[in-house]
């Protein structure tokens, strides 16, 4: 259990709710007018507190499949539900009110540098929206020690561990108090030791806080932590394993 754990916002809800699902779906990208399969026939879902590992070497189709769940793309063929929504039912609108659901953990932290740690955390909810203003601060502060950075609330990227920005990212991520966060190669560029210890915060956030985890990883380890395993090839699913129930 992460230091701050008690710390995590609560998600109320029934838990075995399915949050995620992926219906027979293909996506096909046309550069220069030659057609490229991302995906084929992918099917997939995920209920509230699971954490699902997409596994497959570059070129598989992972980060694909993440923003098809995340509303940054839509699929050639198939449906993709999420928390109930179909999102090739849902206009513009609909769709930017619905990602306030979803939180986004990238490779690359995706940090501001000149901003502090507590900024960072902070700008997602001016982005985002529909939280009162003064409920800001107590959100970043609870959310900087469930990953066990308070004390480094007014440092910058520069200053911080690779660890510890991947840290940050995820406490950005938390803070809008997200139904579903969708991780991409999150511990690709840290160390077995750091990378272990941001796979033990997100097992946290479904175990304590009912979040809903996709992430994709080519990493064994990193799948370990896993309830679900999706292996992918060439943009289809070939297996899926049950990492945690072995």
Same mark, same amino acid.
């Given at each position: 259990?992460?230091?701050?754990?008690?710390?995590?916002?609560?998600?109320?809800?029934?838990?075995?709710?399915?949050?995620?699902?992926?219906?027979?779906?293909?996506?096909?990208?046309?550069?220069?007018?030659?057609?490229?399969? !991302?995906?084929? *026939? $992918?099917? @997939?879902?995920?209920?509230? &507190?699971?954490? /699902?590992?997409?596994?497959?070497?570059? +070129?598989?189709?992972?980060?694909?499949?993440?923003?098809?769940?995340?509303?940054?793309?839509?699929?050639?063929?198939?449906?993709?539900?999420?928390?109930?929504?179909?999102?090739?039912?849902?206009?513009?609108?609909?769709?930017?009110?619905?990602?306030?659901?979803?939180?986004?953990?990238?490779?690359?932290?995706?940090?501001?540098?000149?901003?502090? !740690?507590?900024? *960072? $955390?902070? @700008?997602?909810?001016?982005? &985002?929206?529909? /939280?009162?203003?003064?409920?800001?601060? +107590?959100?970043?502060?609870?959310?900087?020690?469930?990953?066990?950075?308070?004390?480094?609330?007014?440092?910058?990227?520069?200053?911080?561990?690779?660890?510890?920005?991947?840290?940050?990212?995820?406490?950005?991520?938390?803070?809008?108090?997200?139904?579903?966060?969708?991780?991409?190669?999150?511990?690709?560029?840290?160390?077995?030791?750091?990378?272990?210890?941001?796979?033990?915060? @997100?097992?946290?956030?479904?175990?304590?806080?009912?979040?809903?985890?996709?992430?994709?990883?080519?990493?064994?380890?990193?799948?370990?932590?896993?309830?679900?395993?999706?292996?992918?090839?060439?943009?289809?699913?070939?297996?899926?394993?049950?990492?945690?129930?072995?």
């Amino acid at each position: 259990m992460i230091a701050g754990a008690s710390h995590i916002p609560s998600i109320s809800a029934q838990t075995n709710t399915r949050m995620i699902a992926v219906e027979q779906v293909d996506r096909v990208f046309n550069p220069n007018g030659r057609e490229v399969v !991302a995906l084929r *026939n $992918v099917s @997939l879902e995920a209920s509230r &507190g699971r954490f /699902v590992a997409l596994m497959g070497p570059s +070129g598989s189709g992972k980060t694909t499949l993440l923003n098809l769940i995340g509303g940054l793309d839509r699929p050639s063929a198939g449906t993709v539900t999420v928390a109930g929504q179909r999102l090739d039912s849902l206009n513009t609108q609909a769709l930017a009110i619905l990602r306030r659901n979803i939180g986004f953990i990238f490779q690359s932290f995706a940090l501001t540098p000149t901003a502090s !740690a507590y900024e *960072n $955390v902070e @700008l997602a909810l001016r982005i &985002g929206g529909g /939280v009162p203003r003064a409920e800001w601060d +107590g959100r970043v502060l609870r959310c900087l020690a469930a990953v066990g950075l308070a004390e480094r609330a007014n440092h910058r990227p520069y200053e911080l561990s690779g660890g510890q920005q991947q840290r940050v990212a995820i406490a950005r991520a938390l803070v809008t108090r997200p139904q579903i966060i969708l991780a991409d190669e999150p511990t690709g560029d840290l160390d077995s030791r750091t990378g272990e210890r941001v796979l033990g915060v @997100l097992r946290n956030l479904c175990d304590h806080a009912g979040v809903t985890l996709l992430m994709a990883t080519h990493d064994p380890v990193a799948a370990a932590f896993a309830d679900d395993l999706y292996r992918l090839r060439d943009g289809q699913i070939i297996a899926i394993e049950h990492p945690k129930n072995k």
